[in-house]
């Protein structure tokens, strides 16, 4: 058996000690940081970690093969994770861009008929293998960006088969690619053509029969609703996500993003996962999310791509919400795959420290999927997923914005990009 041996790092970011907390105040900022250290792989897993004097001498005491990986130039910390993409979809909507120069807002090309909904008609009429190939493409986007896990949501299908089609897509690729994806049920994403006028049944036919048939399948972890003015209601957003949480799926939802609608209020009164978005959350709101643990994943690249004021994120982090960082991977209001930036302008637009855009790119983004207990820092035990960068500390990751600095990428401790 080979074992592989990255050596001697510029700076190594372990995330050690933040693991232990199952939901609330995930600490912020400490990221374990060893200079010079040194991580052994054995059987895709972390088997050591620690300074390269001690990793010598671990290594004396094996007999396996050993790949060198020298790191001494380079930053190397735990796969980055995305806990949360739209993945699966058919299409693109470049043109509602310039609609929303001239002045047309995201929620008026919705309402329009447009938006989601022009996403949903596409992914509707796409084959499997098509939606698998453009989905495929984003996801290899990913990882070129260090991106190691993610967690995609259906939501473009919006009947019971269309649901199933997306969610067995992510399935599929998730077998297949080396990136790893949790599943989100977004059935309740929009209400569809065929429902505009009677939404109430639509939210019905998401209870009575998409969940059951989604949870049959076993084919999400979570169930994530766009509860929003203008698209689902508290009260309708409640009832689907109690009959999820019934049926095991876990509650995620979609926040205050354009509207200070209760959103985040409605996620600390069920104990969300996650409350996402938040543009928009009230004070009350963000004090709840603190009070019962649900982390605040916050989505930097939505606001500006939809040119609104970013979140809070200082607000929520001084009042003790965990918070973890996204790119809301979708073709309306973030078409990018480059976490990276959305740290970057988690970073500018939201002043969140380079300590703390680590901290929301890998623990906590792994808190935010339920996965903290094997992904999210490296620590002896845990599934080798590491990104080595071209930089010498985790400061220039923020400081030389918008460039790619992934060198390597090493998921279940194989080398998959070099
Ligand atoms: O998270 N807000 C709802 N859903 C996505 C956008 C989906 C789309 O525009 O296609 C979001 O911003
Ligand atoms: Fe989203």
Do not use: W
């Not at 790191?71 to 949360?84: E, N």
């Not at 509602?96 to 509707?124: F, N, V, W």
């Not at 929009?190 to 429902?195: L, M, N, Q, T």
């Not at 929520?316 to 209001?333: C, E, K, W």
């Amino acid at each position: 058996m080979t074992c592989l041996y990255i050596r001697n790092a510029a700076q190594l970011v372990t995330m050690q000690g933040n693991n232990t907390v199952a939901r609330c105040g995930v600490s912020m900022g400490e990221l374990g940081i060893i200079e010079g250290g040194s991580v052994i792989i054995k059987d895709q897993v972390i088997g050591f970690v620690g300074t390269d004097d001690e990793a010598v001498e671990y290594l004396a005491h094996l007999s396996d093969d050993v790949q060198v990986i020298d790191a001494s130039d380079k930053l190397v910390t735990p796969g980055l994770i995305d806990p949360h993409t739209h993945l699966v979809f058919a299409g693109t909507r470049e043109h509602e861009l310039e609609k929303r120069l001239k002045g047309t807002s995201y929620m008026d090309i919705l309402q329009g008929g447009g938006g989601i909904l022009s996403t949903c008609e596409q992914t509707r009429a796409a084959s499997k293998k098509d939606l698998y190939v453009q989905s495929e493409q984003r996801l290899h986007q990913f990882l070129l960006h260090g991106v190691t896990t993610i967690e995609a949501k259906s939501g473009y299908g919006l009947t019971i088969e269309d649901e199933i089609k997306q969610l067995e897509v992510a399935q599929e690729l998730s077998q297949h690619h080396d990136v790893d994806i949790v599943s989100t049920f977004m059935g309740a994403h929009a209400i569809p053509p065929e429902y505009k006028n009677h939404p109430d049944e639509y939210v019905d036919l998401v209870i009575e029969n998409m969940l059951p048939a989604v949870v049959e399948a076993g084919l999400a972890d979570f169930c994530d609703v766009f509860c929003e003015k203008g698209v689902f209601t508290i009260k309708q957003s409640e009832r689907i996500l109690e009959a999820a949480s019934m049926l095991g799926l876990q509650p995620k939802i979609h926040a205050d993003e354009l509207a200070s609608f209760g959103g985040a209020e409605l996620a600390a009164r069920m104990g969300a996962v996650t409350a996402d978005h938040l543009l928009k959350a009230s004070d009350e709101g963000i004090k709840q999310l603190a009070a019962q643990g649900v982390i605040a994943v916050l989505l930097p690249g939505t606001a500006f791509f939809l040119m609104e004021k970013p979140a809070q994120a200082r607000k929520m982090i001084d009042a003790g919400v965990a918070v973890a960082l996204s790119t809301d991977r979708n073709p309306g209001s973030s078409p990018t795959e480059s976490l990276p930036f959305m740290m970057n302008l988690a970073c500018l637009t939201m002043k969140m420290t380079p300590e703390e855009v680590l901290t929301a790119t890998t623990i906590n983004a792994a808190h935010a999927i339920r996965k903290a207990s094997s992904i999210g820092s490296l620590e002896v035990g845990k599934q080798a997923d590491l990104v080595l960068f071209d930089v010498p500390n985790y400061q220039m990751l923020q400081y030389h914005y918008a460039v790619n600095h992934v060198d390597t990428v090493v998921k279940k401790g194989r080398l998959v990009v070099q």
